[in-house]
């Protein structure tokens, strides 16, 4: 094991699947030096500009290059900059990236990777902060990862780099620097797999990214108080590890979904009504929910810190079904 | 580069005869109900998808429009396939799932027709990057309309493709109308062609009804892109003689301009031109249309006799794997 944060865990999945790979290359604003957040950095002096390449600022043309390039035998690996920025190329990920294996009858591989940095914190403001991943949830024929720890992010990102169809990887900006073990063997991470991150016996809490953090944290300061939290994570929304999911509900039959996107038509309402599918008879109490109020993003810190979900959140959410 | 032999002129009529009588049996089989959806022809536009196709490899790629039947024709993509999949039949070239504007055949390097108007424009330069990495003399194609040169992926692909030197060529079919706009109404400066310049590559207009004339831009444009050196943008003006859509009423445009479409008819012109030069006779016309009739009535009663798709396979071709979880 080695002790690496979680940017340096997607640097090295880059590295490795490059080594790996002679097809795969990175395309983005302002990769060569690594910009904004330090996870290409280096991989110029390593791949070359052949293989690195920094794009105009033409979001369209890059996520359409890339689509492109990966339907006539190149496996990119595209840098979104921020999350925020993929509404200049929806079209070229709603209409043709996602649809062209459908709509084509099979005809093409479509073996694209779409790194997606995004998430709340720091003041970053409305165009810098959001969380969209429920967006690509609802558009058939993505996969969406969308990874807690640093581990998960270098075996979910190999994956979705070998992946024959397009993913999205959701790196939360605010976790970039949490250090984790990551193992120094080679190591995927299937796509619709999930992980318990704290065993519990009394409420599943099911959360994704910088929420199964703030979930891990109100477990601790739950068991203080003698109730058990089981965090869940899925890793990937698209597939989702739905008998995962039950399998802790029917250890625990009390269940909060934690994300950190508005509440409204959210991925998490979506897991909720999974989970009450399968496992209604399993329920002792109506599922809570913990998502940030329908509004964007705001700037100044007491506002944002006030649509920011956190610990106190998923407490809160806990002792609702648990009462 | 030596101009086209009898050989080839001679394919190039039949094509262009190919993609005009195809569109038109389209157009009927539609009215009469035989083909669902949203009908978009190209009738009177034919020279402008033969030009390029005959100035193309056969390994070389094309990325289409929402007005495509006559790119993939003369690209050499299956009647056979394309009209079964017009009907939403199980055996079209997509299984029913693209149809008409939505339709791809890989197998001739036709990456796909577009629903969205310049999309195949930032799609291009990727597949450019994907030649040159690969180190082949493949190029690619891609068409849009004077409309869809408004949209912001015209720029941004063209930025792209110059500013990496990628083997593209951009083909503009200007056929006066943005659905029911007038170009004048749509578009500043007047000129498309004349956009190259400000990316530093060459833009030329030429006359789209004169397939002799599209083949010559495209084919110094094909040399430039397998040399390395990069784009080009061309615009090719021509005539629509259909509406926009099939049921399209037209209340945009008088008559006079269809009428002088037919005037212009490109098939036409060619025409006379293989007779002029001894290359074809009435009686050679006339087999020439025939053997293309046949083709066409043969691929309607494929189409025709094909089963539609199991209901049930509305959920395949989603992912590589089958079945899929959610």
Redesign the interface.
Known sequence: MARLDFGDALNLALREEMRRDARVYCIGEDIVLGLPFGVTKGLIDEFGPERVLNAPISEAAIVGSAFGAAVTGLVPVVDMHFADFVTCAMDEVANQIAKSRYMFGGQLDCPLTLRMPYGIGKSGGGHHSNSVEAWFVNLPGLKVAIPSTPADARGLLKTAIRDPDPVLVFEHRGLYRLVGEVPNAETLVPLGVAEVKRRGRDVTVIATARMVHESLEAARRLADEGIEVEVVDPRTLVPLDRDGLAASVRRTHRVVVAEEGPMRGSAGAWLAWVVMEDCFDDLDAPIARVAAPNVPIPFSPPLESFVMTTADDVVAAVRQVVK | MSPPGPDALLAMYASMLRVRLFEERARELFQNGRIPGFLHTSVGQEAVAVGVAAALRHDD?V?STHRGHGHLIAKGGSLRGLMAELYGKAN???????GTM?????SVGY??A???LA?G???????????K??RSSQI?VTFFGDGAANR??FH??V??AA?WKLPVVFVCENNRWASSTAHALSTAGGSIAARGAGYGIPGERVDGNDVLAVHDAVTRAAERARGGDGPSLIEAHTIRWVGHFEGDAQAYRGKDEVAEGRQRDPIARLERLLIERRLLDAAQAARVRESVVAEIEDAITYAEASPLPRPEDAL?????HYP???
């Open positions: 790629y990325l079209g070239i997509c299984h029913g799932k693209g939505h339709i791809a055949d890989v990456l796909g577009n629903g969205v999309s424009c930032v799609v291009a330069p990727g597949v450019g990057m994907s030649i990495r690969r690619v912001g992926p941004e692909g930025n792209l500013l395949t071709d989603l992912f590589a899929w979880r959610d």
